[in-house]
């Protein structure tokens, strides 16, 4: 059974940290292109940065570069997304996917967690 489970959200002040974590299971974790996306209320899905757990490539959205890092630990089967600076408008519930390759990793992945709500106050 394929699982990802994200954690680390909650509440925050702007300025502030989180970290996510999304920890996979069942599937190739190896062969997948990590993504994390976020959706705030009202707004359209956003992917935010993804990374090739193979190579280690990453990319970010404009709207985080500078301020998030995302990583990937193979031996786990874990993604991170640090994220520092966070701003009122990174409040949204943020999903991992995983997608095989040649399928588009920010686009409709493979696999979805369940989502962990950021909150950042002003």
């Known amino acids: 059974e394929v699982q990802l489970v994200e954690s680390g959200g909650g509440l925050v002040q702007a300025g502030g940290s989180l970290r996510l974590s999304c920890a996979a299971s069942g599937f190739a974790f190896d062969d997948y292109v990590m993504g994390w996306f976020r959706q705030a209320p009202g707004k359209e899905r956003e992917g935010v940065s993804c990374?090739?757990?193979?190579?280690?490539?990453?990319y970010y959205s404009d709207s985080v570069k500078g301020r998030f890092t995302i990583s990937s630990d193979n031996a786990k089967n874990t993604v991170y997304l640090q994220m520092n600076n966070l701003k009122p408008e990174d409040t949204a519930v943020y999903y991992c996917?995983?997608?095989?390759?040649?399928?588009?990793?920010?686009?409709?992945?493979?696999?979805w967690g369940q989502g962990t709500q950021v909150t950042v106050s002003s």
């Open positions: 990374v090739a757990s193979r190579d280690g490539g990453t």
């Open positions: 996917g995983a997608s095989l390759p040649p399928r588009s990793p920010l686009g409709e992945p493979d696999y």
